[in-house]
């Protein structure tokens, strides 16, 4: 439908918040003189809303179902992709495939100069750093217990080289938040969540009045103002919240002493806490919805044959050091990716920097494409 809220209206929306957030932040900076006289609030509001425009920028087609349909497809091809030795990879590029999270990927995409399709990118460490909201890379131990990461194994210098240029380390020696990556994960937070509850309505999923009651919960009171003004008016009552959260904690924040599961929704009211999980409560509901549920299935077929094709392809390629050793299809593929100029110029490269760009050119892509690519490769 052409009212629900796609990947870019999204990423707007949480740049807008963001940078309310930002903005209001900043004052406060300046308020307690504690923003170098070079600097202005303005550079505050650059650094947040540059990572909440990527934040969203490495998540696969078909968003979270794809994150799944890849960590699914990877755990039943693990042989097939990294060999019997798979054991002894699990701390490298297998990890990264395994666990594969958008957030990484996003940080990625935007941090590495060897990016041949972003080079228009050059974010600033406080940018890379807002970004964070999972402090740490694939290789530690907590992805096991918490299935999320902020960096694959293949940015690991790159997330070192941004955590002691900010100074992110604890005396512990632990990576902490940058503290505006607090207002990013707020923005995008407050956005989907209001954003997914309205579109509930739009796909008659949920009714108006059920969603109306839950937006005067998070507001405060009962109004007959229309659906979508409540949502204005519900993210901003979010956002002002959050505002008085990240005061209220400053002192925290800036010395790196909230732990990075303590999001700013958490010291919310009562009553917004309430709303909020109402709304949380019904997205089992919301997203086992039957076109949903076709989603998430035509995702692990769609980016199944992508991946296997794909991992076959760049295996040769690795192998043999040589792009005319590949057959026509593969040299087909090759050059729907990348072209065989960069295929060429790259053929000494490693297994495993290529299964990165096996990840950069399937997260790259819309929905619609990938569906494309995968009719393809069948010989529809």
């Not at 799944?68 to 497809?73: T, V």
């Not at 917004?272 to 995702?299: N, T």
């Amino acid at each position: 439908m052409d009212q629900i809220h796609n990947r870019l209206t999204h990423t707007l929306e949480v740049a807008s918040v963001g940078r309310s957030l930002a903005s209001a932040i900043g004052r406060i900076i300046v308020k307690r003189r504690e923003l170098p006289p070079e600097r202005s609030t303005e550079d505050v509001i650059c650094i947040v809303q540059a990572a909440c425009l990527a934040h969203d920028i490495g998540n696969p087609p078909f968003g979270h179902a794809g994150e799944y349909a890849i960590r699914e497809w990877t755990k039943e091809h693990a042989t097939e992709l990294f060999g019997n030795e798979m054991t002894s990879n699990l701390h490298g590029v297998a990890r990264d495939w395994l666990f594969f999270e958008g957030n990484a990927q996003s940080f990625r995409m935007v941090a590495r100069a060897d990016n041949r399709d972003q080079l228009y990118f050059r974010l600033t460490y406080a940018s890379l750093g807002a970004m964070i909201k999972y402090p740490w890379h694939s290789k530690d131990k907590r992805v096991d217990k918490e299935k999320k990461l902020n960096v694959f194994s293949s940015e690991e210098a790159i997330f070192n080289e941004v955590v002691d240029t900010l100074g992110l380390r604890s005396p512990g020696g632990d990576v902490v938040r940058h503290p505006l990556s607090f207002l990013s994960e707020a923005a995008d937070d407050i956005c989907y969540r209001i954003g997914d509850f309205e579109d509930a309505v739009q796909m008659r999923i949920l009714s108006e009045k059920e969603v109306r009651d839950i937006f005067s919960k998070i507001i405060g009171e009962d109004t007959q103002r229309p659906l979508s003004a409540m949502r204005a008016q519900a993210i901003s009552c979010l956002t002002d919240a959050a505002i008085k959260t990240f005061e209220k904690h400053y002192d925290a924040m800036m010395l790196g002493e909230r732990d990075w599961s303590q999001d700013l929704k958490s010291d919310f009211s009562s009553e917004m806490q309430s709303g909020l999980k109402d709304i949380k409560e019904r997205y089992p509901y919301i997203f086992s919805h039957r076109p949903k549920v076709a989603v998430e299935l035509g995702a692990y077929n769609v980016l199944g044959k992508i991946l296997g094709v794909y991992a076959k392809v760049v295996r040769k390629l690795s192998d043999h050091h040589d792009y005319d050793q590949l057959s026509f299809i593969q040299r087909r593929c090759v050059d729907l990716a990348w072209g065989d100029a960069y295929a060429r110029a790259n053929q000494g490269k490693d297994y495993d920097w290529w299964l990165g760009r096996v990840m950069d050119f399937v997260a790259g892509m819309t929905d619609n494409y990938a569906t494309q690519v995968s009719s393809e490769i069948e010989g529809v």
